[in-house]
């Protein structure tokens, strides 16, 4: 059993930034794909970053790229999220995600996801 916990969402103007940090438990945190993604009202999650389980390989969803950035350190157990120029539309629940299953892709759909964090709320204010 894996549990994720997000931290690090808030309040913050357009133009601002916000970093998130998602904490993992388990000894094998090295072998996780890990995502963020996020669900704004009215609307289904959707992917926003992945990374590869050595961090080597990312990627973005279209509407953050250039201005968010993913990160992980293993030592840690922890995944991050960079929110640079951020916009009203970035306003959603933030939510982590851990593939554990292996395998050789890391990149997989929001579905293979099998544990997920409670999230954590970002609102960004015009």
């Known amino acids: 059993q894996v549990q994720l916990v997000e931290s690090g969402g808030g309040l913050v103007q357009a133009g601002g930034s916000l970093r998130l940090s998602c904490a993992a438990s388990?000894?094998?945190?090295?072998?996780?794909?890990m995502g963020w993604f996020r669900q704004a009202p009215g609307k289904e999650r959707e992917f926003v970053a992945g990374?590869?389980?050595?961090?080597?390989?990312?990627r973005y969803a279209d509407s953050v790229k250039g201005r968010f950035t993913i990160s992980r350190d293993n030592a840690k157990n922890t995944v991050y999220l960079q929110m640079n120029r951020l916009k009203p539309e970035d306003t959603a629940v933030y939510y982590c995600?851990?593939?554990?299953?292996?395998?050789?892709?890391?990149?997989?759909?929001?579905?293979?996801?099998?544990?997920w964090g409670q999230g954590t709320q970002v609102t960004v204010s015009s």
């Open positions: 995600g851990a593939y554990t299953l292996g395998g050789s892709a890391w990149y997989v759909p929001q579905y293979e996801y099998n544990f």
């Open positions: 388990g000894r094998t945190f090295s072998t996780y794909a």
């Open positions: 990374i590869s389980w050595s961090g080597s390989s990312t």
